[in-house]
């Protein structure tokens, strides 16, 4: 059905379409020839809107079904996200900007003392660094790094680490990590306080910005933890989110600009709002991952997990493909509420049987992949499944196929996806007889 134009086309017409990035190399013509199925995206030359092409075949003689949904519809869900993302990259460059500014106007300010105007020009340009380092990488673990790296080269020490709280076990984790060459240095260790210094450093960190211990081996219990570090002197700066600590910056061993606090109190402002923005990030990947209906995982999920398998090769795979009989006619007998409600118990059987690889595809299709995998257990779980939804008498088609040496995950798929197609046809000829 079509409400967009006055005549109907032909679909090969789309190759000539420019498709958008990542979708160039989809041949649509020999995509629906082949009887496939996937996704194409491109602008449309009548509405001018960014449009989503998902086709699939009716395995209906050689039918083919072609949904298109404008991106505004396809991301609706993301947009609030996306928003707030916006907004709070907005607040940072504004925040950046009126510091700088300020920072431009000190600088001209003391033209009077040489050494000073080299000093502040050294402190705006290891800042203008740190906010570089953020706002070009899209991979916020790897900003981070790079911004301990630059922290750690201004004070020429010799480690630096981000330790974050953990109010239940009562220790500080190591959760960044950054020495020489070495991006990962010290990551995952644990600094666990006796409740006399737990009280003192949070106590310290309400009261200031900036904590700097020159000699750690004066103080027993001090060098006790720090020892198995190599650490002489820790110069710290807490971490606070909502106006709590969550944690704090240590620069351990700094041989330089000890007495400069400028650049350490600044750094919690980047810290904090990349974290808060990899906290969003993660968010944004989850939800863009997961099913709303069924809470399982969905076809971009599937499709992530697919292209992986395919430059792997993987021993004891097996595959299960389920196919709910029947939805349409529920739908248009009971209502979309009462299919939905029988799509959300068919996924709940799924993801009690095999709750961390399963996938939600389609409308009424749904998908295991199990690696390093037994084909005794595989087929365990093949057959609870077919017990449980016998048992809770909801009408599925399955299908499954093993390997042990997989070198194509496509080629098991079809392969369970053909049993699964022989199911279907048997329903039909029981619903025929």
């Known amino acids: 059905m079509d409400q967009w134009h006055k005549e109907l086309g032909n679909a090969y017409a789309m190759e000539k379409r420019k498709c958008l990035k990542d979708y160039e190399n989809v041949d649509l013509k020999e995509e629906t020839k082949a009887q496939k199925t996937g996704v194409i995206a491109f602008q449309s030359q009548t509405t001018g809107q960014i449009l ?17 949904v404008p991106e505004e519809a396809a991301f609706k869900k993301l947009n609030s996200l996306k928003q707030s993302l916006i907004l709070v990259a907005i607040i940072e460059i504004a925040l950046l900007c009126v510091y700088f500014a300020g920072n431009i106007y000190s600088i001209r300010k003391l033209t009077e ?50 330790f974050l709280y953990d109010p239940v076990r009562k220790f500080y984790l190591n959760k960044y990590g950054y020495a020489g060459t070495n991006m990962q240095s010290g990551i995952g260790d644990i600094l666990e306080f006796p409740d006399r210094l737990l009280s003192k450093i949070e106590k310290v960190f309400e009261t200031s910005q900036v904590c700097y211990i020159s000699d750690i081996e004066s103080d027993i219990e001090l060098d006790k933890i720090w020892k198995a570090r190599e650490t002489h002197s820790v110069l710290a700066v807490p971490l606070k989110k909502n106006g709590q600590s969550i944690g704090f910056v240590c620069v351990e061993n700094a041989r330089a600009r000890v007495e400069d606090v400028t650049v350490l109190s600044t750094i919690p402002f980047f810290v904090v709002n990349s974290l808060i923005a990899k906290e969003q990030q993660e968010q944004l990947q989850f939800m863009s991952y997961w099913d709303s209906l069924t809470s399982m995982y969905n076809r971009n999920k599937y499709m992530q997990v697919i292209e992986k398998y395919q430059s792997q090769k993987l021993n004891k795979v097996g595959v299960i493909y389920l196919d709910l009989n029947g939805l349409k006619v529920i739908d248009d007998r009971d209502g979309h509420e009462a299919g939905d409600k029988l799509i959300c118990k068919a996924a709940q059987i799924i993801c009690e049987v095999c709750p961390e690889n399963a996938y939600r595809i389609g409308g009424d299709e749904f998908v295991v992949i199990e690696p390093e995998q037994r084909q005794e257990e595989f087929k365990r779980k093949v057959t609870a499944l077919q017990e449980k939804v016998r048992q809770e008498k909801i009408s599925v088609s399955i299908g499954s196929a093993w390997e042990e040496h997989c070198q194509d995950i496509n080629h098991l798929l079809k392969e369970a996806d053909k049993f699964m197609y022989a199911e279907k046809q048997k329903y039909y000829k029981s619903k025929e007889d």
């Not at 989503?52 to 298109?68: G, I, R, S």
């Not at 203008?128 to 706002?135: G, H, I, R, Y």
């Open 113 to 162: 003392s040489k050494k000073e105007t080299e000093k502040q020009l050294h402190i705006s340009d290891t800042l203008l660094q740190c906010a570089t380092a953020l706002s070009i990488n899209q991979d916020k673990d790897q900003a981070i790094s790079r911004l301990l790296q630059i922290i750690m080269e201004y004070f020429k020490a010799d480690r630096i680490g981000i």
């Open 52 to 68: 989503y092409m998902y086709y699939m075949p009716l395995q209906v003689f050689d039918w083919e079904l072609e949904t298109f």
